[in-house]
Nanobody, 126 residues
Framework: QVQVVESGGGLVQAGGSLRLSCAAS????????MGWFRQALGKEREFVAA????????SYAASVKGRFTISRDNAKGTVYLQMVSLKPEDTAVYYC???????????????????WGQGTQVTVSS
């Protein structure tokens, strides 16, 4: 199993950009599909973006499509979430998630993932 640790969160003004990173331990990172989720205060955790184990397939929530980009570097064991044109409604704790994938696809729901990081706070001020 991999363990994942997020970084890169912070405070940014509306319209600004941030890049989140998720570093995974273990030598089998390339066998894992990865996802980003977020949870705003008082709300349910929601899907943000996902990427297949090889990086060839990506998926996005409608609310972030065109503004966020998920990518991965399997040699570095890291997945990224580049966020541009940030809005106050993007404010949330962002979580990285991982699961073993037997073939190349993306996963959209939290219960499909079994490894989670502790989260990193993103705050967008208006």
């Amino acid at each position: 199993q991999v363990q994942v640790v997020e970084s890169g969160g912070g405070l940014v003004q509306a319209g600004g950009s941030l890049r989140l990173s998720c570093a995974a331990s273990g030598r089998t990172f390339g066998s894992y599909a990865m996802g980003w989720f977020r949870q705003a205060l008082g709300k349910e955790r929601e899907f943000v973006a996902a990427i297949s184990r090889g990086g060839g397939s990506t998926s996005y929530a409608a609310s972030v499509k065109g503004r966020f980009t998920i990518s991965r570097d399997n040699a570095k064991g890291t997945v990224y979430l580049q966020m541009v044109s940030l809005k106050p409604e993007d404010t949330a704790v962002y979580y990285c998630a991982a699961r073993v994938a037997s073939y190349s696809r993306t996963y959209y729901t939290a219960d499909e993932y079994d490894q989670w990081g502790q989260g990193t706070q993103v705050t967008v001020s208006s």
